[in-house]
């Protein structure tokens, strides 16, 4: 099984929404919080939000504060991030993995593109 698998980025104007699954290994990130990341072009991967195990709290960077919320279903092995109001910044890669401490394995990412 892939550890990671990121989907549902895509292109939309400013002040879109879009929203991001990453299913997950249940073997290898069981009980694990899980991140997502983004890396925009030129910049290093960064961190946006993660969610705890247990799925009870969410805690973002102070740029996404407000517009994008995290969310996990334990059935589906899947953590979602839904992005509301999106900006040009926003543009990026988005890739999941482990927090605080991120694994070796990167997924191939899903990218999202804000533009007018």
């Known amino acids: 099984q892939v550890p990671l698998v990121e989907s549902g980025g895509g292109s939309v104007q400013p002040g879109g929404s879009l929203r991001l699954s990453c299913v997950y290994s249940p073997t290898m990130f069981n009980l694990t919080p899980i991140a997502w990341f983004r890396q925009a072009p030129g910049k290093e991967r960064a961190f946006v939000a993660f969610?705890?195990?247990?799925?009870?709290?969410?805690f973002y960077t102070d740029a996404v504060v407000g517009r994008f919320t995290i969310s996990k279903r334990d059935a589906e092995n899947t953590v979602f991030l839904e992005m509301t109001n999106l900006k040009p910044e926003d543009t990026a890669v988005y890739y999941c993995?482990?927090?605080?401490?991120?694994?070796?394995?990167w997924g191939q990412g899903t990218q999202v593109t804000v533009s007018s």
């Open positions: 993995n482990s927090y605080p401490a991120p694994g070796d394995y």
């Open positions: 969610i705890t195990a247990g799925g009870s709290g969410g």
